[in-house]
């Protein structure tokens, strides 16, 4: 399983950014979804994640209320909405999937926002 993020860049604070994460290859088991962040100097944290099957959600509660994760399962892509983007929020977005009971990580996309 191949995942392929996009849709990082450079926004001030109040704008928003949309990423995506498109997986290939055998993607037919897939369970769980999220984005994880990484800012320097810190760890690696859940932002959001969603169920395959009910689509159930879960958010941090520093974005909850700003980020809206969704899925399309028939295109076996994950999107996050992000709003009202802080510089807080900067850091290194990664998509991570397990299918199969088996853990895949995209290789990253930067999110970088002006005060």
């Known amino acids: 399983v191949q995942l392929v993020e996009s849709g990082g860049g450079l926004v001030q604070a109040g704008g928003s950014l949309r990423l995506s994460c498109a997986a290939s290859?055998?993607?037919?088991?897939?369970?769980?979804m999220g984005w994880y962040r990484q800012a320097p100097g810190k760890q690696r944290e859940l932002v959001a994640a969603?169920?395959?099957?009910?689509?159930?959600?879960h958010y941090s509660d520093s974005v909850k209320g700003r980020f809206t994760i969704s899925r399309d399962n028939a295109k076996n892509t994950m999107n996050l909405q992000m709003n009202s983007l802080k510089p807080e929020d900067t850091a290194v977005y990664y998509c991570?999937?397990?299918?199969?009971?088996?853990?895949?990580w995209g290789q990253g996309t930067q999110v970088t926002v002006s005060s």
């Open positions: 969603i169920t395959s099957g009910s689509g159930n959600t």
């Open positions: 290859g055998s993607t037919f088991s897939i369970n769980i």
């Open positions: 991570r999937m397990i299918v199969a009971s088996r853990v895949y």
